[in-house]
T-cell receptor, first 109, second 114 residues
Framework: DAKTTQPPSMDCAEGRAANLPCNHS???????VYWYRQIHSQGPQYIIH???NNETNEMASLIITEDRKSSTLILPHATLRDTAVYYC??????????FGPGTRLSVLP | KAGVTQTPRYLIKTRGQQVTLSCSPISGHRSVSWYQQTPGQGLQFLFEYFSETQRNKGNFPGRFSGRQFSNSRSEMNVSTLELGDSALYLCASSLEGGVFQPQHFGDGTRLSIL
């Protein structure tokens, strides 16, 4: 079973920031937090990952709390193309992912 | 750079038949993983191959098998197909260079069992 908890769905207005929360209260010290998304009819797409520090790339930012029990994925300016299911996964490098049901993000015009 | 390629994209089979799905990873990637995605169970890990050896295996019956070739291409086989095997089968590849490299997924093979 997945070890993370995410809200089943969220809405966001186009052009606004989308903040997707994830709880991973049982995460261990050597487990990373990974984010993927899956747009309808496509395979999952890697977004970002982190261990302790906040991370940013061209797609998104990842904010991890100091106790590492939760994190937030931020899409700074959501577009209609960001409508997808977003998966938060915890795991150790080299082990395969356990996907939960994720959060279905709907970006509204 | 070409992405992960899965063939065929769609497949229809009947119960009791067997099927072979193919995955060509990104050039240079040595790890290939397979996942099954269904509306009821979500994305579930099947197995992972690295350097032609199965390295990890999920909780699926022995009817599900796979292999990897020396060029890192991989195939998975499902024998004695059941209605419940209808699913999207996804392949993912990664570099395995000693530090984390994200898994890159193909768009899957949609298998329908009649």
């Amino acid at each position: 079973d997945a070890k993370t908890t995410q809200p089943p769905s969220m809405d966001c207005a186009e052009g606004r920031a989308a903040n997707l929360p994830c709880n991973h209260s049982t995460i261990s010290g050597n487990e990373y937090v990974y984010w993927y998304r899956q747009i309808h009819s496509q395979g999952p797409q890697y977004i970002i990952h982190g261990l302790k520090n906040n991370e940013t790339n061209e797609m998104a930012s990842l904010i991890i709390t100091e106790d590492r029990k939760s994190s937030t994925l931020i899409l700074p300016h959501a577009t209609l193309r960001d409508t997808a299911v977003y998966y938060c996964i915890e795991g150790i490098y080299g082990q395969n992912f356990v996907f939960g049901p994720g959060t279905r993000l709907s970006v509204l015009p | 750079k070409a992405g992960v390629t899965q063939t065929p994209r769609y497949l229809i089979k009947t119960r009791g038949q067997q099927v072979t799905l193919s995955c060509s990873p990104i050039s240079g990637h040595r790890s290939v993983s397979w996942y099954q995605q269904t509306p009821g169970q979500g994305l579930q890990f099947l197995f992972e191959y690295f350097s032609e050896t199965q390295r990890n295996k999920g909780n699926f019956p022995g009817r599900f098998s796979g292999r990897q070739f020396s060029n890192s291409r991989s195939e998975m086989n499902v024998s004695t197909l059941e209605l419940g095997d209808s699913a999207l089968y996804l392949c993912a590849s990664s570099l395995e260079g000693g530090v984390f490299q994200p898994q890159h997924f193909g768009d899957g093979t949609r298998l329908s069992i009649l």
